[in-house]
């Protein structure tokens, strides 16, 4: 799998008590610290508003910044641990503890995975968008809310291959959500969050060799999330289990695929 990294990118330089941040957050990104008056040749800015690390699209001014919001996924659930319902639960299985999700993305999953009470690793080949989760567990981590009732996940940030080949204890179940095109019924935001991840990390067509990897170091199953009019990543699923735009393809670890 490649390790992809945009060019046009840049941190905002910050002021007052961002400002360290920002330049720390500008040397481990390896990413240029400018103003936004001299925005140059980026596109994206990384930048810290309302106490959030956002990525700022300075393409299209009326965009909203997008951030990483794990708590708000949460809060969508009345009690907790959320109860193991619907076709993602069924599909990561009652005998599940522990997940890899090996596309953490905008961590849109891996909230409900936290929700529902499960130990989650969090796997992110692309820096930015690690930076962006690292920000959205932190603000996770100080929520007094909802920090009693839950366990944080772990983020690596990895190719997920690479993160595999050196894992000593297996996790129960690996959890990949591959690049996929938008569908028609998604919000404009929703769109914009997946046009931003295709261009940091790829276009997913590299999901067979991670499919193959996660199959050689799950316990018990893995589980890829598809469209539900898309054709499997590779082979026949043991189970599949069908929501309203997705559905979920359970593979047996051991297969050759």
């Known amino acids: 799998m490649t390790h992809l990294h945009a060019a046009n990118i840049a941190v905002r330089r910050e002021y007052g008590d961002k400002a360290r941040a920002a330049e720390a957050l500008a040397i481990r990104l390896k990413l240029p610290l400018i103003d936004v008056a001299d925005v140059g040749g980026a596109t994206l800015m990384l930048e810290y508003r309302d106490g959030r690390l956002a990525l700022c699209d300075y393409r299209t001014p009326r965009a909203k910044p997008l951030f990483v919001d794990i708590g708000a996924r949460i809060r969508r659930y009345r009690s907790l641990p959320a109860p193991k319902r619907g076709p993602l639960a069924r599909a990561i299985g009652r005998r599940t503890r522990s997940i890899v999700d090996a596309t953490a993305g905008w961590g849109q999953d ?22 962006l989760l690292a ?31 050196g894992l000593g204890q297996p996790p129960d179940c690996i959890y990949m959500d591959p690049m996929f095109p938008p569908k028609r019924k998604q919000s404009t935001l929703a769109k914009r969050r997946l046009r931003v991840l295709r261009q940091l990390v790829g276009d997913g067509a590299d999901c067979r060799q991670l499919l193959a990897s996660a199959l050689g170091t799950a316990r018990n199953r893995v ?9 499997p990543v590779a082979g026949q699923p043991r189970e599949t289990y069908t929501g309203k735009l997705v559905r979920y393809d359970v593979y047996q670890p051991g297969r050759r695929c």
């Not at 891996?110 to 968008?129: D, H, Q």
């Not at 932190?138 to 595999?164: M, N, S, W």
């Not at 589980?223 to 054709?231: E, L, S």
């Open 110 to 131: 891996l909230g409900m995975f936290v929700a529902m009470g499960y130990a989650v690793t969090a796997v992110e080949r692309s820096p930015v968008i690690a930076a």
């Open 135 to 165: 920000d959205g567990l932190a603000r996770l981590a100080v929520d007094t809310e909802l920090r009693g009732p839950i366990e944080l996940p772990r983020l690596v940030v990895a190719d997920a291959v690479h993160f595999f080949a």
């Open 223 to 231: 589980v890829v999330k598809r469209p539900d009019d898309a054709p």
